[in-house]
Each structure stands twice: as C-alpha cells, then as structure tokens.
C-alpha cells in the first residue's frame, strides 16, 4: 500500500469513528492525522500544532491538538508515549515495539527501540492473537542514581574500615 492510501484508509476511520462517536469530522481533524501519519517519528503536540500552521495554515493550540490526539488515541489510530519525560503520539499503523527501562530509585523512565526485540516479536507465534504493540518493562538504576549509589557504598566501606 502506497502513502497517500495509506492516508485516506486511516482518514476513513476516523470518518467511521466520529460518526459512531456522534462527533464532527471537521477538515482540522483530517489534516491533523494526516500530519501525524506522515511524521516517521514520534511528535509532541507543540510540534503538530506548529506543523498544521506551517504547512496547512491551520492555527490550532496546543491545547486542541493534545485533546484531538486522545480523540484519535481512542479511536486506535495513534498511541502515546513517553520519551524523556515528555509525552509525544505516533501513528500506530505499524507493529512497533518499545522498551521502557524503569528507574527504581528515582522513577526515570526511558524508553528506546531495539530492532533486536522486535523481530524477535514479529516472528513469535501468538497462538488466536494479534500483537499491535508491546511494551517491555525493564528494571534498573539510571546512571545517576547508579553513581550515587556507588558513592554511598565507598562512604560506607569507609566507616567500616574505621572501626
Ligand atoms: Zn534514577
């Protein structure tokens, strides 16, 4: 399926989604997702809102895009996520995968793509199940609360040895 299909299949779902949701399928929407859907990465709703007004001379605030975003998020066309503390949407057209490492001391979340663990999902059989997405949760230290571990441990070595 080339882009521009891919665009307008996604623009009828959510044609399809606002009218079961009784809501208005307004030109902004449309060229909305079609911003988000041509964007390879992940963007913040700041960057789509500067990017509606630069490209298609739409001025939407900030604050529409991010509510026009849950719209779509719950219509299953993009998903959230959180990447250096700040939320940002993607399309979700394709099987993406993330790893999000946990800090437990601090509770910094990071999250990166591995194209390891990816293929590795694609090719595991889920037996009467579609995988959409996955999320892999690994727990851990961030470097810095590592280090300051590290120099509590030293303080302590040193307390001992005094005794
Ligand atoms: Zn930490």
Not at 7 to 30: G, H, M, W, Y
Not at 119 to 125: A, G, Q, T, Y
Request: hydrophobic fraction near 35%; proline fraction near 1%.
């Amino acid at each position: 399926m080339d882009k521009a299909d891919a665009i307008s299949e996604v623009k009828q779902k959510l044609a399809d989604f606002l009218k079961l949701s009784s809501r208005r399928n307004t030109p902004e929407r449309n060229q909305l997702l079609e911003v988000i859907y041509s964007s390879e990465e992940p963007v913040s709703a700041e960057e789509l809102s500067h990017k509606m007004a630069d490209d298609n001379r739409f001025r939407i605030s900030r604050a529409t895009v991010y509510n026009n975003m849950l719209l779509f998020e719950s219509a299953g066309l993009v998903r959230k996520v959180f990447i250096d503390g700040k939320v940002l949407f993607e399309r979700t057209d394709r099987n993406r995968g993330v790893i999000r490492l946990i800090c437990g001391a601090c509770g910094k979340e990071v999250e990166m793509n591995n194209d390891k663990m990816r293929r590795l999902i694609s090719e595991m059989r889920t037996r009467r199940f579609t995988v959409m997405g996955w999320v892999l949760t690994l727990n851990g230290l961030c470097a810095k609360c590592s280090a300051d571990l590290k120099r509590k441990q030293k303080r302590l070595n040193k307390t001992d040895n005094r005794k």
